[in-house]
């Protein structure tokens, strides 16, 4: 799987948008963008993927750059709920592993 | 919303004495996981399973680990001789299909603790 790139952490005050980037600059044209999140003491949750358009469901947006060299999730109205560490991930479609890998992580905390 | 299970929610193990760890998997989900996350380490992938057999496993998944789907709704993770090293937050993960646009679906996990 190609290599992301995200902050270590970010910061937001509650009911505000938020933007947690990615950088995947040897995507290939194959690799799908999936992001995961990890509320305190739980499993990863699945967010959204997308391929190459912006994608949009009833927790996140995904914004993809035009050469999808980077991406970017939109939380649009954080919550203190929403304090957790998000993944990044790109699944290749051409491969056949089953795995996610997971980096370190975006941690974001939302400030009341 | 459907959801993944796994039982217990803590469990404490001396050394060297056999561990199962139980999941209940999403009900028409075909692909199962587990995965393991060291306490302030990364989430790492330990093994795949489908049509009752292993589909991949990592290195970390040595001869001292074991799956099994016993009936039709549980997925278990048996380790026979735990290390310290074990310790771990175990999570199991369930999809309705692979391929790399199908999300995986993963349980609170269990804190597992060696003494």
């Known amino acids: 799987d190609a290599k992301t790139t995200q902050p270590n952490s970010m910061e937001s005050n509650e009911e505000e948008p938020v933007h947690l980037p990615c950088n995947h600059s040897?995507?290939?044209?194959?690799?799908?963008i999936h992001w995961y999140r990890q509320l305190p003491s739980q499993g990863p949750e699945y967010v959204i993927h997308g391929l190459t358009s912006n994608v949009n469901n009833r927790m996140a947006s995904l914004a993809i750059a035009e050469d999808r060299k980077s991406s970017t999730l939109i939380l649009h109205r954080a919550t203190l709920r929403d304090a957790a560490v998000y993944y990044c991930?790109?699944?290749?479609?051409?491969?056949?592993?089953?795995?996610?890998?997971f980096g370190s992580g975006t941690r974001l905390l939302v400030r009341p | 919303e459907p959801e993944v299970t796994q039982t217990p929610s803590h469990q404490v193990t001396q050394m060297g004495q056999e561990v199962i760890l139980r999941c209940v998997p999403i009900?028409?989900?075909?692909?199962f996981y587990w995965y393991r996350q060291i306490l302030g380490q990364k989430v790492e992938f330990l093994v795949s399973?489908?049509?009752?057999?292993?589909?991949?496993k990592s290195e970390i998944f040595d001869d001292q680990f074991s799956v099994e789907r016993p009936d039709g709704s549980n997925f278990t993770l048996k380790i026979r001789s735990t290390k310290l090293e074990d310790s771990a937050m175990y999570f199991c993960?369930?999809?309705?299909?692979?391929?790399?646009?199908?999300?995986?679906?993963f349980g609170d996990g269990t804190r597992l603790s060696i003494l």
């Open positions: 009900s028409n989900h075909l692909y």
């Open positions: 991930i790109l699944r290749d479609v051409m491969d056949s592993s089953y795995k996610l890998i």
């Open positions: 993960a369930s999809s309705d299909r692979t391929g790399s646009n199908q999300p995986q679906h």
């Open positions: 399973f489908y049509n009752n057999e292993i589909s991949e």
């Open positions: 040897t995507i290939s044209g194959t690799d799908y």
